[in-house]
């Protein structure tokens, strides 16, 4: 007995005889009226999680485009930085510019407070 888990109706068919064997117990009556439910929550359960894993793989696509957009604008920006500084003076390096934590403004991220502190030390 082979097993097409591959296709849509060959999981269908795997599902109904286990299911039919696992209601063999249980009165005709009950037995289809309780497989056609377990079988439409069955699809009703992948059909959901399909569209949740398809949202959540456009999700990532655009945001992966997004730092690819990101990135490309950061090489871009930095490319142009180095050009001019290489246009004004070729061997010498502008220097990093160090915060005071005076003159932090609630506007900067904690993230570049800490890098701030950090270079200072």
Known sequence: MSIDLDTTEGRKKYLSEKLDDLLDGINDSYGTVLMDELIGRLELTIKDFNNEMKKLCDKLIEQEKDRQQLMEML??????????????????????????ENDIDEDIPEWEKKLAKLEKK
Do not use: H, R
Request: glycine share 0%; proline share 8%; net charge negative.
């Open 75 to 100: 090489k871009s920006a930095e490319s142009t930085k180095i050009s001019s500084q290489s246009a004004d003076s070729p061997n010498i390096q502008a220097p990093l510019q160090i915060i005071d």
